[in-house]
């Protein structure tokens, strides 16, 4: 029979020692100099239409860096899976959640 | 100004003393103080059980417990049951069952399967079923992680 490198062989899980020790760093373990963290604010309403979005509070509270909505991100529809086809990364003014 | 708390705790078997912030949940203070971060944490509400800690010999979901009810107790994180360079029999029969996927349940898997080990030497399948329920996995659908669990009893008999 011909020699495979993988097919028919025990080939162990790589990183599997990492994470049964705990030692594997997933995103959320990972703490950078100066890393900022973000508060994700959503909608308090199922359906609803988005008049206005006033952050001028937000943006003064002491340790803000920014404030981000759909202003800030650029109007490209975009898609994760079909169920989430031709969003755009934050909503501009209709909140449906299906 | 929140008053802190001064707490004892021996965590893998290290003594700290310690100042926390009596809405501190134990899950934070590994993380975040004592920088042990194979303690995960998942739903934050005591569904999953990626937090599972082994707290005075009983498994708890570290994000239901508070800091400061770590005071004068034993805290076992998956960071403090290798011996040394060699991993715990059980942490070895989850990599050779392949019962490790993105491994964000692993610790807790382990950590849940050693307390039922440290109670129950010889568990029955339901006993296994039974411990491991607070302890969700999205990847290996379970069945390699009873094998790794069946597999961790028969290296330890």
């Excluded at chain 1, 495979?4 to 790589?14: E, F, M, Q, T, Y």
């Excluded at chain 2, 993105?102 to 109670?119: R, V, W």
Aim: with cysteine; charged share 25%; proline share 4%.
């Amino acid at each position: 029979m011909e020699q495979h490198s993988a097919v028919g062989k025990r080939i162990p899980h790589r990183d599997a020692v990492d994470k049964v020790k705990g030692s594997a760093i997933f995103t959320n373990d990972i703490k950078l100099k100066g890393m900022l963290y973000c508060k994700i604010l959503r909608s308090p309403l199922p359906h609803a239409r988005i008049i206005n979005i006033d952050v001028s509070k937000a943006e003064k509270l002491i340790g803000v860096k920014a404030v981000l909505t759909y202003k800030d991100t650029p109007q490209v529809k975009f898609s994760i899976s079909p169920t989430w086809a031709d969003k755009l990364p934050l909503e501009s003014d209709f909140i449906a959640k299906s | 100004m929140v008053k802190k708390h001064q707490i004892r705790t021996t965590v893998n078997g290290e003594e700290y003393d310690l100042l926390v912030d009596p809405k501190k949940t134990l899950l934070q203070l590994l993380r975040e103080d004592l920088d042990l971060t194979g303690t995960k944490e998942g739903c934050d509400e005591g569904e999953c059980g990626a937090c599972s800690v082994i707290l005075d010999g009983k498994v708890v979901n570290s994000c239901l417990v508070l800091a400061v009810e770590a005071d004068n107790a034993e805290v076992t994180t998956i960071e403090g049951i290798h011996r040394g360079e060699d991993l715990h029999p059980i942490q070895k029969s989850f990599v050779d069952s392949g019962a490790v996927q993105c491994g964000f349940c692993t610790p807790g898997m382990i950590l849940t399967t050693k307390a039922m080990l440290d109670e129950i030497p010889d568990p029955s399948e339901e006993d296994i079923k039974h411990y491991l329920e607070g302890n969700l996995c999205r990847c290996t659908g379970y069945s390699k992680i009873i094998d790794a669990v069946n597999l961790a009893i028969k290296h330890s008999k």
